[in-house]
């Protein structure tokens, strides 16, 4: 769409927009490169060594940053940009940051200059959590605290391939009593795209399109140690269909583990 925009804003357009985007297309969906004397196509991204990429990457968040920008209730006493590495000062507070200003920037900022470390919620707080359209979890953190005897969490999405669109999504219901062993499965050939989150009692946001075709389902490896840090990257062209965790009174904490599923992704466009 920013693409779009800036062509139909040209002044003296010397080239048709949809020779242009056929064009780009071409490029960004057939870069390639060789590892271990193998050759890949890209499919996710730009290639850092194209020309193309920069000028893309450019041009879409400089639409999608004066938007923000335009609409934000509170913005950075400073901010700068270079391609896609950006750089501010804010000044009202961590809570404006990541509740207010962070939600319209869909999770861009992931540290601040205190070294703190950052997370989607509190001890003891509240996890609300959704993937933008489109987009499924593609890894899944958190860190455990004794005295608190609680978990903080972060998420990272992925998109589908291009022309996907999910046609059903849906909050499940409290999926087990509190410190209960919890064992849950997305309706419908679903897939996880957010949580919910208070104390231990989660609840689960799943969407699910009958074009999505499912195989090789299995449960991964526990995504956790007791008391430790999760960090748990979902496969590439897989999907978490459902999670299973047991806790522990002992040590008030939960290990994890996530049913992940590949899927077709030629079949879902």
């Known amino acids: 769409m920013a693409v779009v925009e800036a062509l139909d804003d040209r002044v003296s357009p010397c080239m048709p927009k949809e020779d242009v985007l056929s064009m780009m297309d071409s490029v960004l969906e057939n870069n390639s490169f060789s590892f271990n004397d193998k050759h890949y196509i890209q499919t ?26 335009d609409t934000a209730e509170y913005t950075p006493y400073a901010y700068f940009r270079y391609v896609d590495d950006i750089w501010g000062v804010w000044t009202y507070g961590e809570e404006k940051l990541m509740t207010g200003f962070n ?3 869909m999770g ?45 969490w972060n998420f990272e999405c992925r998109s589908f391939p291009k022309g996907f669109r999910p046609e059903r999504c849906s909050w ?30 989660p609840q689960f946001y799943c969407c699910s399109a009958p074009s999505i075709k499912y195989t090789d389902c299995y449960v991964a ?18 999907l978490i269909a459902g999670a ?9 904490d939960r290990i994890w583990k996530y049913m992940v599923c590949k899927f077709n992704k030629h079949s879902i466009i």
């Open 44 to 69: 996710e991204g730009t290639a850092i060594g194209s020309r193309l990429g920069m000028n893309y990457a450019s041009t879409y968040l400089g639409a999608w940053e004066k938007k923000v920008l």
């Open 103 to 105: 939600r319209l920037f």
């Open 221 to 238: 490896n526990d995504a956790n140690s007791m008391d430790e840090p999760m960090n748990y990257a979902v496969p590439r062209d897989h």
């Open 244 to 252: 299973n965790s047991t806790h522990r009174d002992e040590q008030g």
């Open 108 to 152: 861009l900022v992931t540290s601040v200059l205190t070294g703190k470390d950052v997370r989607l919620n509190d001890y003891g707080g509240v996890l609300n959590f959704k993937c933008p359209s489109s987009r499924y979890v593609s890894r899944i953190e958190s860190v455990h605290s004794n005295s608190e005897e609680d978990r903080k």
């Open 172 to 201: 499940s219901g409290y999926v087990d009593e509190f410190n209960e062993t919890l064992d849950f499965v997305c309706r419908d050939n679903g897939y996880l795209a957010g949580a919910r989150n208070y104390h231990g009692n």
